[in-house]
């Protein structure tokens, strides 16, 4: 039996939260239906008053937790560099509020905060001893276009693997290691004015190496050339697979990110067969949660459906 264990991402059902068609009780319903257990939380989106939420609300939400018998894995906090119209938040600031959310991770039951790498090294380090009394551990996430060998997450890695040991970590996001455009990318480009065999011809370059002479140089025009120049960048697979060997030890948590599948087989944007051989290889024990984001490009697709795929094709890479 693997080690591995499939949550979700509640931001997952974010179409169906935006447009009040579940509320938050309704997802968390909905995630217990399809089987999942362990759950994230993005307190921006969901949680009512935040970064202020009151203590009477983290209690009917763990209560909800405990009614649907779910695991509360990853408080997702966001650090607001834009709170105040006049400035940015100050380091004494983002530490208040990083604590904040450690405490109220903590109360609703979470084991885990996820912050953002607007958090700096300096700032990481002195979570420490708050990590160590309340005891929660905090997380920055690792999300495309960066990469192991950026020279700020080699300062992080260096805090995790030393005076952050075991309260530090990262959540590695599957958006770093994302290959080719996916279907709901290709089709917005349509609709925003590409033509479809100019944009053929575009995915066929990136596939070749991206060599964007070749279609600013060519018969395209300036919302193709513009594409082709985005997709060049988003879909670049910033990160190597094997990187992972040498900084799994600091992934408390991972983001699963896929954006749109139409079979329980195969993805041609994100490399998960590769991704979780690997994973499983180096020993990671802990939760890999599904986080849908096809709802950025078209909110007419069924989440549910997505998420379905998403569990098979996981399912079976995790059991081989």
């Given at each position: 039996m693997s080690d591995i264990k499939l949550g979700i991402s509640l931001y997952s059902f974010s179409t169906e939260y935006i447009h009040e068609k579940l509320d938050l009780e309704g997802i968390l319903k909905k995630a217990r239906d399809m089987g999942y257990r362990g759950v994230e939380i993005v307190a921006a989106q969901m949680v009512p008053q935040y970064p202020y939420p009151t203590d009477e609300w983290l209690a009917e939400f763990k209560a909800l937790l405990a009614k649907y018998e779910l695991e509360p894995v990853c408080w997702s906090a966001y650090i607001d560099m834009g709170i105040r119209s006049d400035r940015d938040l100050t380091e004494e600031e983002i530490i208040q509020f990083t604590v904040n959310d450690l405490i109220y991770a903590k109360k609703a039951g979470f084991p885990l905060v996820r912050t953002q790498h607007a958090i700096t090294p300096k700032i990481f380090r002195a979570?420490?001893?708050?990590?160590?009394e309340l005891g929660v551990k905090l997380t920055i996430e690792m999300h495309h276009p960066h990469h192991p060998a950026v020279p700020v997450w080699k300062e992080y890695f260096e805090i995790m693997k030393n005076e952050g040991k075991g309260w530090l970590g990262f959540?590695?996001?599957?958006?770093?290691?994302?290959?080719?455009?996916?279907?709901?990318?290709?089709?917005?480009?349509i609709s925003f004015g590409c033509r479809e065999d100019k944009l053929?011809?575009?995915?066929e370059i990136h596939k070749n190496g991206g060599d964007y002479s070749l279609v600013e140089n060519g018969?395209?025009?300036?919302?193709?050339?513009?594409?082709?120049?985005?997709?060049f960048a988003k879909f670049s697979a910033p990160a190597r697979i094997e990187q992972l060997k040498d900084v799994m030890d600091c992934a408390f948590y991972i983001h699963g990110k896929f954006y749109y599948l139409d079979n329980d087989d195969h993805d041609v944007c994100i490399p998960f067969e590769e991704l979780v051989a690997?994973?499983?290889?180096?020993?990671?024990?802990?939760?890999?949660?599904?986080?849908?984001?096809?709802?950025h490009f078209d909110e007419t697709i069924d989440s549910e459906e997505q998420l379905k795929h998403f569990v098979a094709l996981m399912t079976k890479q995790i059991e081989k």
């Amino acid at each position: 039996m693997s080690d591995i264990k499939l949550g979700i991402s509640l931001y997952s059902f974010s179409t169906e939260y935006i447009h009040e068609k579940l509320d938050l009780e309704g997802i968390l319903k909905k995630a217990r239906d399809m089987g999942y257990r362990g759950v994230e939380i993005v307190a921006a989106q969901m949680v009512p008053q935040y970064p202020y939420p009151t203590d009477e609300w983290l209690a009917e939400f763990k209560a909800l937790l405990a009614k649907y018998e779910l695991e509360p894995v990853c408080w997702s906090a966001y650090i607001d560099m834009g709170i105040r119209s006049d400035r940015d938040l100050t380091e004494e600031e983002i530490i208040q509020f990083t604590v904040n959310d450690l405490i109220y991770a903590k109360k609703a039951g979470f084991p885990l905060v996820r912050t953002q790498h607007a958090i700096t090294p300096k700032i990481f380090r002195a979570m420490i001893p708050y990590c160590k009394e309340l005891g929660v551990k905090l997380t920055i996430e690792m999300h495309h276009p960066h990469h192991p060998a950026v020279p700020v997450w080699k300062e992080y890695f260096e805090i995790m693997k030393n005076e952050g040991k075991g309260w530090l970590g990262f959540v590695p996001d599957f958006s770093i290691f994302q290959t080719m455009p996916h279907k709901l990318y290709l089709d917005q480009a349509i609709s925003f004015g590409c033509r479809e065999d100019k944009l053929a011809q575009i995915v066929e370059i990136h596939k070749n190496g991206g060599d964007y002479s070749l279609v600013e140089n060519g018969d395209f025009n300036e919302i193709e050339k513009h594409t082709a120049e985005e997709m060049f960048a988003k879909f670049s697979a910033p990160a190597r697979i094997e990187q992972l060997k040498d900084v799994m030890d600091c992934a408390f948590y991972i983001h699963g990110k896929f954006y749109y599948l139409d079979n329980d087989d195969h993805d041609v944007c994100i490399p998960f067969e590769e991704l979780v051989a690997e994973i499983k290889r180096l020993g990671y024990k802990g939760y890999i949660a599904s986080e849908y984001e096809g709802h950025h490009f078209d909110e007419t697709i069924d989440s549910e459906e997505q998420l379905k795929h998403f569990v098979a094709l996981m399912t079976k890479q995790i059991e081989k």
